[in-house]
């Protein structure tokens, strides 16, 4: 793709300017940083996952995605802020951490994204079968060929940061409205939030959320963007610290308008269905035409998340030698047809996309971790220094992902056999 995520990446932002009054161009890509983060998880597994736990979990799942933002915000803005800070990408600071880590996370970043991205592909041929009734490799394979378009296209990065944030309003705009048709118990929804029953049985939901939020390359593509419009330093951070939280809420809103909306339909005694949940959620809520309106929003996210998942994975993978550094383009491609093969020949569109989102959940807890570490480190950051509140923020939510994570492999296991 002609222009990319790296748009002018020479082109520094005046850091003089203290109340962030930036050009037209600045703040496109500014946003376009939170957006791709936000587009990054609001893809085709947000909204199956959340369709998913809903429906078993009802209201107590609410109290999962109270914990999963307060633990998303920890790690995003700790992130975010030190790869600000010291103008350096997430494997790059790795490394500074200990020889060799920066590139067992771009390693582990990329099995992420790979999964993920199967995920994706998964998604947009579930959002074809709802538009059109095509079979979902069909719609899979049909998927791969037009990313693939749209990434090699000279004016693809442009189109696509307009059509995102169109979708983005459109999506939220949708399932605000299913939500308020599908009427459901907002009290019930509020008290659970705080008191849910059987809260070790959300322990999958809450690393599954975490891990489709800010796991894996979802986080470090929209600080890499940050990074490529310029913004490297301590000045830039009180925008930073904005942006990041902005991006978190964003994700939150979305899913709880649309847990409410899930939550509207099941609480009548609707069993979704077990080939597309989501998708019979608005189907429920807004009669036929609910099912391909869903198929239209599905797809378009999944479109947008299959290329944000392979540039941020090519983004790393690319720094492993040095013979891959010009080879962007064809990374991103071959990427994106091996994750197309894998769903294909493997199949379970459902299980993926909830299992895509704990394997990144698990990643977290290193890649976090290792930005924690460099935040002490005069010789990675300088003078800066990150305040403690909220590395104890960023060690609560490493520790919360470890102990999740260890317990979900259980139910994971279970979830792919069944």
Not at 240 to 267: C, D, E, K, P, Q
Not at 403 to 412: A, H, K, M, P, R
Request: hydrophobic share 55%; charged share 10%; proline share 4%.
């Amino acid at each position: 793709m002609g222009e990319n995520f790296n748009q002018n990446p020479n082109q520094e932002i005046n850091p003089n300017e203290k109340e962030f009054k930036f050009t037209k161009n600045h703040r496109r890509l500014l946003y376009g940083s939170v957006f791709l983060m936000a587009t990054s998880a609001i893809g085709p597994a947000f909204l199956t996952q959340t369709a998913v736990f809903t429906a078993e979990f009802y209201a107590s799942f609410a109290f999962a995605i109270l914990i999963s933002i307060i633990i998303d915000i920890g790690a995003q803005i700790n992130i975010w802020r030190v790869l600000v800070v010291t103008g350096l990408r997430g494997q790059e600071v790795s490394n500074k951490v200990m020889p060799g880590l920066g590139t067992l996370i771009s390693i582990l970043i990329a099995f992420g994204g790979l999964a993920f991205n199967i995920g994706n592909i998964a998604g947009a041929g579930l959002g074809l079968n709802a538009m059109f009734g095509l079979d979902i490799k069909w719609g899979a394979a049909i998927t791969a060929i037009f990313s693939i378009l749209i990434f090699v296209s000279r004016s693809g990065q442009k189109i696509m940061d307009v059509v995102s944030m169109i979708l983005g309003v459109v999506m939220i705009l949708v399932v605000a409205y299913v939500m308020v048709v599908s009427n459901p118990p907002y009290g019930d929804a509020l008290v659970h939030t705080f008191a849910p029953e059987q809260p070790v049985k959300l322990i999958l939901p809450i690393i599954t959320l975490v891990g489709g939020t800010v796991g894996g390359y979802i986080t470090f593509a929209g600080a890499h963007r940050l990074l490529d419009s310029g913004m490297k330093g301590k000045e830039f951070l009180p925008f930073v610290n904005r942006s990041a939280i902005a991006g978190i809420l964003t994700t939150g809103i979305m899913r709880t308008l649309l847990f409410l909306a899930v939550l509207g339909v099941v609480v009548t005694g609707v069993t979704l269905s077990a080939d597309n949940p989501p998708a019979s959620v608005f189907e429920h809520a807004i009669g036929p035409i609910g099912k391909n309106i869903f198929g239209v929003v599905i797809f378009a996210a999944a479109m947008s998340s299959v290329i944000g998942s392979a540039y941020t994975s090519a983004t790393f993978l690319r720094t492993l030698h040095k013979s891959l550094l010009t080879k962007n383009n064809l990374i991103v491609i071959v990427f994106i047809v091996i994750s197309t093969l894998i769903f294909l020949f493997i199949g379970k569109p459902i299980s993926l996309l909830i299992i895509a989102g704990a394997i990144n959940g698990w990643i977290l807890p290193i890649t976090l971790g290792a930005i924690l570490i460099a935040s002490r480190k005069k010789d990675i950051v300088g003078d800066y220094k990150h305040p403690t509140w909220m590395l104890i923020f960023g060690v609560v939510a490493v520790i919360v992902t470890i102990v999740t994570g260890i317990f979900s492999l259980q139910d994971l296991a279970a979830l792919w056999k069944g």
